[in-house]
């Protein structure tokens, strides 16, 4: 979900900082069309602490830290002036977020942003920053689920498809701990995605796969924003 209630604005912003970046630096190549399309995917937290985590756009258990300046990706060391997409997808929605107005509360229900530490308590150990009130319930987001996976040992989490269509998709997750291995699966079709992402609906039952292997895992009851079909 893009940082303002406009998600136009957002997203013409975005468009404009892009093109300026790429006009100034055209070696970058299509580095700013993906970083783009990471900041528009939602794949971009930042921090408080001027850090920020980038999900990979393939593979939803891989992530890249973004720290003073620095990128943990392949591409970081070779990209012109160190600018691979994830930093500058990083760069951009940060500079989005300067320039336009925060998001307001919202009234009555629906979908406020991530509570505080002060206003949930986590049984589970989740990072509040991962936690969102969705109707007045909470649920978690990917990421929380595997930052709690690697905290508890996550050794392994290997996510694939087992059948593709043009109107559905499956996938299966096996993700192996130091207290035992874990299978789920997860589906995704166009109607029950984000429209924003419809056009990449095989990609969400990736991550629903990988969700819900790792609620089992971890014994979680609170189901994962990316379950959702308005993500």
Known sequence: MAPTTDRQAFRETLATLAA?????????NGRVEKAVKLALAGDVELHNDGT?????SSDPTRRYAIVHG??????FDQAPEHLCQHRLSAGLVRRVRELLP?????????????LPEAQVELPHGIDPRHIVMIQGKPFVKFA???DLAHKRGLQS????????DAELS??????????GTFEESGDATKDNVNKKVAPHFRRCALTRAAARCLRLALGLDMVAVEELADE
């Open 144 to 146: 929380g689920l595997l």
């Open 157 to 164: 989490l290997k996510v694939d498809w087992t059948f593709n």
């Open 52 to 56: 920020a985590t980038v999900y990979s």
């Open 102 to 114: 925060p998001e307001p509360a919202p009234d009555g229900g629906g979908r406020t942003d991530t």
């Open 70 to 75: 620095t990128c943990t990706c392949r591409d």
């Open 170 to 179: 499956l996938a299966h997750a096996v993700a192996v701990f130091p207290f």
């Open 20 to 28: 300026k970046t790429q006009a100034k630096i055209p070696a970058l």
